[in-house]
C-alpha cells in the first residue's frame, strides 16, 4: 500500500523551566491511503504532540528534534510558515476535541466556511454559497442556510463539531487528524460524528489518524492501531489483532480498562500509578514502576521494538531482545 503519510523518528521536545525535555521520542508510523490509523494511550503520553507536530502545528515552546514526517513522499520538517499554510487545510486538515478553540467567535458560521474556501479554493466570495451548503449537506446538516447565519456560541457541541469538519473538508485532504474529536460531547451525539467521520473517509478516499484513549472507538473505526506510552510507540498492530492478541502489559491493562456493554461498570480495571511526566521517565522499561511483569532487566534497559508476527510489533521484554 502506498503510503500517504509516512514519519520516521519524530523526536520532539519542549523547553519548559526545567530546561529541555522529550516528549515524543523517535516515533514512526505509517499511514496509507484511505487508511484509518488509530492512536491509543492515556492523557500525557504524546499522542497530541505526534499529530500536533505531524501538522507542524507545536507550541512555540516545542521543537522537532530528531526525524521526518512525510507527505506524500515531501519532508514537511524543514519547511517555512508560507509553505506549510499551503499544505494545511489543503492536504491535511485537523479537528480538535473543542472546536470553539478553532472557530472564529465573532464570524457567523456562513462567513467562516466562506473564508476557508476563498483562500484555499480560491473561490469568488459571491461563488462559495452553493458550495458551503453542499458543504453542510455533506456533514448533515440540511438546513444550511439558518446555519449560516449563526455565530458559533449559538450551537450545540455536535453542531460545531460538524461545522468544524465541514472545514476541514472543504478541500478534500488527503489526511484527516482527529484528535479526540467526541471526548467532550454526549454518547449519542459521538456516537452520531463517529459515523460521520466513517461515511466521509470513505465518501472522500481520505486517510484519518484518530487520536483517542477509547479502545471501543478504535475497533469500530480503524484498520490499524498504534499505542503510546510515555513518548513512545510500545505497540503496533491491525485492529484485530492488537484486540485479541494484545503483547504489552499496557495494551492489556488498557483493554481490561475498556468498557464493555457485557461487563459491569463496577469491576472495571484501572491501571495502577500513572503516566511518568517528560523528563521524569525512569531508565529502563518506561513502563515498569506500574507493570507487574517487571523482571530485573526492565528496570536497567528500555527495551527495543521487536516483531511479533507481521505488522505486529511490541517493545517488552517478556518477547526477547537482546
Ligand atoms: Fe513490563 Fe518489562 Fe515489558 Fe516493561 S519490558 S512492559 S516492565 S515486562
Ligand atoms: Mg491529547
Redesign the pocket.
Known sequence: MAHVLNVEGLTVQFTGESGRVTVVDHVDLQVGKGEALGIVGESGCGKSVTSLSIMRLLAKNGTIADGRVELDGQNLVGLNEKELRKIRGNRMAMIFQEPMTSLNPVLTIGKQITEVLVLHRGLKRSEAKETVLELLRQVGIPRGDEICREYPHQLSGGMRQRIMIAIAIACKPQLLIADEPTTALDVTIQAQILDLLSTLRNELGMSLILITHDLGVVAEMCDRVMVMYAGEV?ESADVRTLLRNPK???TIGLIRSTPQKSRGLDRLYTIPGSVPAPGEQPT?????PR?D???T??LEKN?ESIRIEEGHHC????YGGD
Open positions: 510500545i504489552h502489559p499496557y529502563g522499561c518506561r513502563f515498569a507493570c511483569k517487571a523482571m532487566v526492565c527495551p517493545k517488552c521484554w517478556l
